[in-house]
């Protein structure tokens, strides 16, 4: 072979191996970008720019209408009537897009498992007869083939004994000849009472049932059929749990209705481990399926104790796991909450404790000795009072210094709920830097009975505080699904301290219910954007239009301050994006993506 054709012949050689050298290179070094495109981000620098953008709570910036978003994140905020933007591939014109831009909203306290059951049972919010309630049931069964077999019972959320007159039993769920046999488990709206078929109750042997149960309670007048609390842990273990295929249908579906919401992110309040397993495996293998970021409480399989071998800690852009879920008392409505004093309504009672105040203090202790931030469900005021003492008691062992020690080790304890709490707690709570996590709507949902349960000097100075607490950085929610998981529902009801359903106070305050509590418009939104990050530990990362921060929005038809209050709660998201990909967009009456406003 001629010299000439044998340099020839390895210049070939030589050019072909460079090719597959640069093939694996280039796969190695987008191998990264790819992990985030799976992810649900974007992977390519783009810009968006709007007719206007509020880069955090407050009230639009004038000098910013645009961002670009490159691998999730925001890379860059500006000001541009048309921007465009060079980069390898060419030059990209940006146009100015309809509708108003928000930081991508939280919700910091609900339960996302739950809520997608809950969109796939029966829905008896509302329902104000027992026969209402029938009638919802017998259309369920009967668009549901096979439901209310041992082994697919019927599930529904939403009942309340105010309305129907009393609590419920067995009894009337058997007098429908359609329901007659079906398993049922009926929870109540504030899931702290389950109502069930006496087919259920046939599961129980005899004398299975306690006479009593420490921290719960069995109705028994007028009849069986109710457990409260504590008492519901007799029904869960004969319940057929959803399995694994079911469970990823609820998520899925759960995502889906709270991006609508503008939701970019949730704080899920109690996982058991076995789910934060099943969360870490869809968000890992079907990341695009998985567009909704989860900070998610751990609850151990029995409620209430130490599981170290479940205390693992996680974290990725769209699931962590670093606080734990522990219950001190049940809910106002069925009263179940703790309180120092008798209820004013039924003075044969203070409510129910679900652990006590030592075992409290020590799984205080325990988890935050393992590095886990520590959420204490805790409604009533005993409750709240025993949750301070556990954060205190826990405070003091770790910072044997002083509370300025403290700043070495961030524990931001949360009380989840934060409802009825004496002052001088409160007045530790500040001390203590306790986070509030409160629910805006369940002051407007309870607010109907609440004067009834605790009396004025207790609702006045005790109850549903909000501006009082504001200085502690609260986290707000909805605890859905026990109130609807629209997060504009929770500003209105905030700011005006009023139904965001019908836009009236209770009898005696129609201009809204106890408005001294009320937050402004800034402060509410904070409540779903920074006061969510801080209490997930993502201050700089969520609820900000910032260089660095999630690329996570929500689109408006008109800028929040040019509404009246009355419109807040009807506020309709137009868009909602996470990691700089689109997961809703809504549609007009015949199904077509809205273009212009």
């Not at 329902?127 to 549901?144: M, T």
């Not at 992110?265 to 058991?272: E, N, P, R």
């Not at 910072?399 to 304890?413: H, I, M, N, S, Y």
Request: charged share 25%; hydrophobic share 35%.
């Amino acid at each position: 072979m001629a010299a000439s054709a044998v340099l020839v012949w390895w210049g070939l050689r030589l050019s072909f191996l460079a090719g597959c050298i640069a093939i694996v290179l280039t796969r190695l070094v987008h191998q990264i970008p790819l992990s985030l495109e799976q992810s649900g981000s974007t992977t390519t620098q783009q810009s968006f720019c709007y007719q206007g953008v509020r880069t955090d709570t407050t009230a639009s910036d004038q000098n910013v209408n645009c961002f670009t978003v490159s691998d999730g994140r925001f890379t860059r905020v500006f000001s541009s009537p048309v921007e465009t933007e060079t980069n390898d591939e060419g030059e990209e014109e940006v146009e100015v897009q309809s509708g108003y831009v928000l930081p991508g909203l939280w919700d910091g306290h609900g339960h996302l498992l739950q809520y997608g059951e809950f969109l796939h049972s029966v829905d008896l919010f509302g329902s104000q007869s027992v026969e209402e309630i029938l009638s919802r049931l017998r259309a369920y069964v009967d668009s549901h083939p096979g439901a209310g077999s041992k082994d697919e019972w019927v599930r529904g959320i939403g009942w309340d004994q105010m309305a129907l007159g009393g609590m419920p039993t067995a009894d009337m769920l058997e007098s429908d000849p359609r329901l007659k046999g079906l398993y049922m488990m009926l929870d109540r709206v504030d899931v702290h009472c389950t109502w069930v078929s006496q087919p259920v109750l046939s599961l129980f042997a005899p004398g299975d049932i306690p006479d009593e149960v420490p921290g719960g309670e069995i109705i028994r007048d007028p009849g069986m059929g109710v457990f409260c609390d504590n008492a519901m842990d007799l029904i869960m273990p004969l319940w057929p749990r959803p399995d694994r295929t079911k469970k990823g249908v609820f998520l899925r579906s759960a995502m889906k209705e709270l991006h609508k919401a503008g939701l970019v992110g949730m704080h899920d309040a109690g996982v058991f481990p076995h789910d934060i397993n099943l969360y870490r495996t869809l968000s890992e293998e079907n990341p695009e399926e998985w567009t909704l970021r989860v900070y998610a409480m751990l609850e151990c399989k029995e409620r209430n104790t130490f599981c170290p071998e479940d205390a693992v800690r996680y974290s990725s852009d769209f699931l962590s796991v670093r606080s734990v879920k522990l219950f001190a008392d049940g809910a106002l409505g069925s009263w179940g909450s703790a309180m120092i004093d008798p209820y004013s309504d039924r003075p044969d009672t203070s409510g129910s404790l679900l652990v006590n105040s030592s075992t409290l203090t020590a799984l205080t202790q325990q988890w935050s000795d393992v590095g886990f931030q520590v959420n204490i469900h805790a409604i009533g005021d005993l409750a709240n009072r025993y949750a301070i003492d556990a954060f205190e008691s826990a405070l003091q062992k770790i910072c044997p210094g002083g509370l300025a020690d403290c700043e070495k080790r961030d524990t931001r304890f949360r009380i989840e709920h934060a409802q009825i709490i004496h002052p001088d707690d409160q007045t530790r709570m500040f001390k203590l830097g306790v986070i509030p996590s409160i629910q805006p709507t369940h002051a407007t949902s309870d607010m109907a009975y609440a004067e009834k349960r605790l009396g004025p000097e207790r609702t006045s100075t005790e109850a549903y505080r909000m501006k009082s607490l504001l200085k502690l950085t609260p986290v707000l929610g909805s605890d859905f699904p026990v109130e609807p998981p629209n997060p504009f529902e929770g500003v209105y009801a905030a700011v005006t301290r009023k139904n965001p359903h019908t836009g009236q106070g209770p009898k005696g305050w129609e201009g809204g219910w106890h408005t001294e509590q009320a937050l402004s418009l800034e402060e509410a939104l904070d409540g779903f954007t920074k006061g969510a990050a801080y209490g997930a530990f993502m201050e700089g990362k969520a609820g900000v239009i910032k260089e660095g921060a999630f690329a996570d929005w929500v689109v408006l038809d008109k800028p929040l301050e040019s509404l009246s209050v009355e419109e807040l709660r009807k506020v309709k998201v137009r868009e909602t994006w996470v990691g700089g990909r689109r997961v809703y967009a809504r549609e007009d009456e015949d199904g077509e993506e809205v273009k212009d406003l």
